[in-house]
Nanobody, 129 residues
Framework: QVQLVESGGGLVQAGGSLRLSCAASGRTFSMYTMGWFRQAPGKEREFVVAISRNGGSAYYADSAKGRFTISRDNGKNTVYLQMNSLKPEDTAVYYC??????????????????????WGQGTQVTVSS
């Protein structure tokens, strides 16, 4: 069983920055592909970014490229999402997710929420204009 706990959300003005964290329980964090998703009111959950088990590879949604950076510290069982140049359309609940059972690193797989078997409770990010 893996527990994921996000933190770092909040209210920020457009153009500002936030850093989200996701702390994972368990001793095999380094074996998980990790992802961030977000869900705005009335919209479906959408993929933001994923990071490989050793942190050497990352795949970003177009909406996140150039503004967001994912990283992980396997020694601390934590994955981070640095978000810069935030826009009002980034307002959403942000979720981290873990794929604990697959070795697949393929874009079509990473962007699907069905590929991840553990989820955090989410953290609210609100960007004001």
């Amino acid at each position: 069983q893996v527990q994921l706990v996000e933190s770092g959300g909040g209210l920020v003005q457009a153009g500002g920055s936030l850093r989200l964290s996701c702390a994972a329980s368990g001793r095999t964090f380094s074996m998980y592909t990790m992802g961030w998703f977000r869900q705005a009111p009335g919209k479906e959950r959408e993929f933001v970014v994923a990071i490989s088990r050793n942190g050497g590879s990352a795949y970003y949604a177009d909406s996140a490229k150039g503004r967001f950076t994912i990283s992980r510290d396997n020694g601390k069982n934590t994955v981070y999402l640095q978000m810069n140049s935030l826009k009002p359309e980034d307002t959403a609940v942000y979720y981290c997710a873990a794929d604990s059972s697959s070795l697949i690193w393929r874009n079509s797989y990473l962007i699907s929420h069905r590929s991840y078997d553990y989820w955090g409770q989410g953290t609210q990010v609100t960007v004001s204009s």
